[in-house]
């Protein structure tokens, strides 16, 4: 595997589930984000970490938690969802978290909460 | 309030012809600025970026303008190809750390090259 990775694809969930999303890369980065891209809407920055510790939360709900084991790990878990969060969630790596590194993307998971 | 706009959601051009995206922003503090692209099913990957010191910068066929009077950027592709084909992102960043890599992103442009 080269890159960065998103399991799963797409992920169908109701409204009391508990689920989480998995990204891996193998790109030797230091910094990990998740983003949320809603239909027709801009990407939004969610968590930022760098070296393990998350430096950002961009006023996230308390329903959405990060997980950041390892600099090549990070996860979402995702539980008592709304409707409203169903998007498209994509991880990103970095060298570092400035704002001039090269942020380098997964492919997504899709997410649709019932 | 979005910081950053693509005003245009869709641009349609022909082959070997040139395409130029555009993108406006409101914060004056941002002062690096970054064009991605994203084919369907994949993630967005990073094309071009232009420091707020300079006011061009080329890569091949991309070229992207920056105009800080007025809070302008646009990309431009010559000649575009239909493998071009592909929804273009701008975004945006204010300071080189203080921000922690926070990039604040455009709705995006979907490009359209026909043969």
């Known amino acids: 595997e080269t890159g960065v990775t998103q399991t799963p694809r797409h992920l169908v969930m109701g409204m009391t589930n508990k689920k989480s999303l998995k990204c891996e890369q193998h790109?030797?980065?230091?910094?990990m984000y998740w983003y949320k891209q809603s239909a027709k809407k801009p990407l939004e920055l969610m968590f930022v970490?760098?070296?393990?510790?998350?430096?950002e939360n961009n006023s996230v709900p308390s329903r959405f938690s990060p997980e950041c084991p390892n600099s090549s790990h990070l996860f979402l878990h995702l539980h008592t969802l709304q409707p409203e969060d169903s998007a498209l969630y994509l991880c990103?790596?970095?060298?570092?978290?400035?704002?001039?590194?090269?942020?380098?993307f997964g492919p997504g998971t899709r997410l649709t909460v019932l | 309030d979005q910081q950053v706009k693509q005003n245009s959601p869709s641009l349609s051009v022909q082959e070997g012809r040139i395409s130029i995206l555009n993108c406006d922003y409101t914060?004056?503090?941002?002062?690096?600025f970054l064009w991605y692209k994203k084919y369907p099913a994949e993630g967005p990957t990073f094309l071009i970026s232009?420091?707020?010191?300079?006011d061009k910068n080329e890569d091949g066929r991309f070229t992207v303008f920056l105009n800080k009077s007025a809070k302008h950027l646009s990309l431009h592709i010559v000649p575009s190809q239909p493998g071009d084909s592909a929804v273009y992102f701008c975004a945006a960043s204010e300071g080189e750390y203080n921000q922690g890599g926070k990039l604040i992103f455009g709705q995006g442009t979907e490009l359209s090259v026909k043969p």
């Open positions: 790109l030797g980065h230091n910094a």
């Open positions: 990103a790596s970095s060298h570092r978290s400035g704002s001039t590194d090269t942020q380098y």
């Open positions: 232009i420091s707020s010191i300079k």
């Open positions: 970490y760098n070296f393990k510790e998350q430096t």
């Open positions: 914060n004056s503090m941002f002062d690096y």
